[in-house]
């Protein structure tokens, strides 16, 4: 069945930088793309942004756009996000996740998340 | 990009209904049919429940429906239950080719 499968939970010092992987399976990678979002604890979601996994385009929000790189390889059929100068309010947990799966322009497929925690 | 205008919370008893609200702009929720809802239960991921304004994915239950009306789309839940107790925040495309979500609504049933 389609999935992502996220790596595990990372802990980071304020200014660093943490890369976040995504592995798909069950499905043809290069045909959707893959967003991300994050939520801070008790907070909302927040689009990070995406990447058209079939050339590798990106398209950020403008408040992580200075510190958020995504990428994919498809030969591991991986997507990753990458977020530099970390500081407190980044504590969160991360998602990928595929638009349009079956879904019109929904995010209908999600990975489990993965907590990354920025502490001095 | 500030996130679309959702109530922090909404309750109601077993069996009626509710309706949460999402108020955007015309760059975003007004501009396109592109509106998405999900629930979302302590600790899991989120889980879509209306796509493209007011269509519901296959295993959702009819008790969810989504409509759209100007800038402010709507989540309607009949017939609560108390597994409809959740946090729930909708989604929209928006003219920057980006998207944004919700301010996120605690549903509550008493």
């Known amino acids: 069945q389609v999935q992502l499968v996220q790596s595990g939970a990372e802990v980071r010092k304020p200014g660093a930088s943490v890369k976040v992987s995504c592995k798909a399976s069950?499905?043809?990678?290069?045909?959707?793309?893959m967003h991300w979002v994050r939520q801070a604890p008790g907070q909302r979601l927040e689009w990070m942004g995406w990447?058209?996994?079939?050339?590798?385009?990106?398209k950020y929000s403008q408040n992580f756009q200075a510190r958020v790189t995504i990428t994919r390889d498809t030969s591991a059929d991986t997507a990753y996000m990458e977020l530099s100068s970390l500081r407190s309010e980044d504590t969160a947990v991360y998602y990928c996740?595929?638009?349009?799966?079956?879904?019109?322009?929904?995010?209908?497929?999600w990975g489990q998340g993965t907590l990354v925690t920025v502490s001095s | 990009q500030s996130a679309l205008t959702q109530p922090a919370s909404v309750s109601g008893s077993p069996g009626q209904s509710i309706t949460i609200s999402c108020t955007g702009t015309?760059?975003?929720?007004?501009?396109?049919?592109?509106v998405s809802w999900y629930q979302q239960h302590p600790d899991k991921a989120p889980k879509l429940m209306i796509y493209?304004?007011?269509n519901r994915p296959s295993g959702v239950s009819n008790r969810f429906s989504g409509s759209k009306s100007g800038n402010t789309a709507s989540l309607t839940i009949s017939g609560l239950q108390a597994e409809d107790e959740a946090d729930y925040y909708c989604?929209?495309?928006?003219?920057?080719?980006?998207?944004?979500f919700g301010t996120g609504t605690k549903v509550t049933v008493l």
């Open positions: 989604s929209s495309y928006t003219s920057s080719t980006t998207y944004v």
């Open positions: 015309s760059s975003d929720v007004g501009g396109y049919n592109y």
């Open positions: 069950g499905y043809t990678f290069t045909n959707y793309p």
């Open positions: 996740a595929i638009r349009g799966y079956t879904y019109g322009h929904a995010f209908d497929i």
């Open positions: 493209d304004v007011s």
């Open positions: 990447i058209n996994v079939g050339n590798g385009k990106t």
